[in-house]
């Protein structure tokens, strides 16, 4: 442990990935008290509809690690963020629901974003996924249109601005008797899922299929009474 320490100290300034202060054992991404947030937050995974699967509510410090997974060029933290959360017993109990035989099936990044930003971080957390619960990794999907960012648009923007983005891959053989889980980073509206889901109903998979995310952003009524509840327990 202590050379995972010395060497995160040696790549970021022994400051905690989540609250930056600095001068803290690490783990080596978090100090003690954000990982004790994040073991909080494992304990309590988010189910926004009866199949879809989040493993953490958002929060100002899992909104950060998600930033940091997809732009900080830190593909490390999907495998931490999932075993962390399959650390805890309610996570591991979704998955025993869902069966044995799992593909996970990621969300693929058109090659443009692909070549910006090195790897795909639903893979990263696919791969993660299939490490702690077993199964395969399937690249079953090709996104064949670049659109433009989810993060600013409206529920029906994030809708239209993903509508067809995404075709069965020929190349892909699916295991039989598998169940498919569509994984991606953030649940919103759905939007993105929804259409991965259109892609899957021309094999026959769209019906049985699951989704399995880092991250559940809720409602902006939800956000903004979060916010005023984190302006009194976050020092960020």
Not at 16 to 22: G, I, N, P, Q, T
Not at 39 to 52: C, E, Y
Not at 63 to 92: C, D, P, Q
Not at 132 to 149: D, H, I
């Amino acid at each position: 442990m202590k050379l995972k320490n010395d060497f995160a100290s040696f790549i970021f300034g022994n400051g905690c990935m989540a609250c930056h202060r600095s001068g803290l054992p690490l783990d080596p991404w978090l100090c003690p008290d954000c990982q004790k947030e994040l073991i909080r937050l494992a304990q309590a995974p988010r189910r926004p509809r009866p199949d879809v699967f989040c493993l953490y509510a958002m929060t100002p410090l899992t909104k950060e690690l998600v930033h940091r997974l997809k732009y900080g060029n830190m593909s490390g933290l999907a495998r931490y963020l999932v075993e962390m959360a399959f650390s805890e017993t309610e996570s591991r109990e979704i998955f025993r629901e869902w069966g044995r035989r799992l593909a996970f099936i990621p969300v693929p990044l058109h090659p443009a974003r692909m070549r910006e930003r090195g790897y795909n971080q639903a893979e990263k957390l696919a791969q993660a996924l299939a490490a702690c619960v077993g199964g395969v990794v399937v690249p079953a999907l090709e996104r064949k249109t670049f659109r433009v960012s989810q993060t600013k648009l409206s529920k029906s923007g994030r809708a239209d601005n993903v509508a067809g983005a995404f075709v069965w891959n020929r190349r892909c053989r699916f295991p039989n008797f598998h169940i498919p889980v569509i994984v991606d980073d953030v649940f919103t509206t759905g939007a993105t899922t929804s259409a991965c889901l259109y892609a899957l109903e021309k094999k026959n998979l769209a019906g049985f299929a699951k989704v399995c995310t880092l991250m559940n952003e809720e409602s902006a009524t939800a956000k903004a009474d979060f916010a005023a509840d984190s302006a009194m327990e976050w020092n960020f």
